[in-house]
């Protein structure tokens, strides 16, 4: 934005992806397809060691839901950790800072520095 002359916008950013490791062993997505129907936005399947909610960047998990009846049940979902990921659609910005006259963007998954005059990316940090 620019204050010059009133309010003017002067161009817009969009967060860069960056890609982090998952944080506990994947499996095939295609098996819980088959077992739970179809799922297409599912991209990664966790198996965690503990069922507690893994920190995974960019990501949204949650633990398959089974139905009423519980079935069906894939295999290894009743006390593990097996999460079903779906990618977010766009990193959050959280936060703008101004660091040395350099904008930052502290998003959702990464801390990304901006070039001041083309607001370009200059490079992402991952967080998480």
Known sequence: MSTEDGLAERGSVRPQRVEVEPPCPTQDAQNFRSQLG???DITTVLSCE???QPDFPGYWCDRPYLG???SPKPS???ESGVFLCRRNLQADVVRV???SGA???YTSESLESLDPATLASTGAIPIG
Do not use: I, K, M
Request: charged share 15%; no cysteine.
């Open 50 to 52: 503990s069922p507690r």
């Open 97 to 99: 800072l101004v660091v």
């Open 76 to 78: 290894g979902t009743e």
């Open 68 to 70: 009423p009846d519980q």
């Open 38 to 40: 179809p799922l297409a």
């Open 103 to 105: 904008p930052w963007l």
